[in-house]
Nanobody, 117 residues
Framework: QVQLVESGGGLVQRGGSLRLSCEVFGSRFTSYVLAWYRQAPGNPRESVARITTSGVTSYADSVKGRFTIDRDNAKNTVYLQMNNLKPEDTAVYYC???????????WGQGTQVSVSS
């Protein structure tokens, strides 16, 4: 059984920062590709950032230069550092763990990020 628990969301002003955390409970953390997605009301869920098992990162164009994804294999945790936040970043942020062995997906429950103007 794999569970993902996110934390760190909240309300910030434009230009502010937040750091999201997602702890993965279960085995084989190092075998997971990890990613953050977000979904704003009325919009489809979209990919924000991804980090591979070897630490290679990729980002959506809308967040490049502002967001940083990182993983701590010792803590079974993936982070999303979000700087210079904009109102359009407002969404529920979800953590995804994709097993590179079974290709099963595991999702967190989501954490709300709200950016005021």
């Amino acid at each position: 059984q794999v569970q993902l628990v996110e934390s760190g969301g909240g309300l910030v002003q434009r230009g502010g920062s937040l750091r999201l955390s997602c702890e993965v409970f279960g085995s084989r953390f190092t075998s997971y590709v990890l990613a953050w997605y977000r979904q704003a009301p009325g919009n489809p869920r979209e990919s924000v950032a991804r980090i591979t098992t070897s630490g290679v990162t990729s980002y959506a164009d809308s967040v490049k230069g502002r967001f940083t994804i990182d993983r701590d294999n010792a803590k079974n945790t993936v982070y999303l550092q979000m700087n210079n936040l904009k109102p359009e970043d407002t969404a529920v942020y979800y953590c995804l763990a994709l097993s590179s062995i079974t290709w099963r997906e595991f999702w967190g429950q989501g954490t709300q990020v709200s950016v005021s103007s």
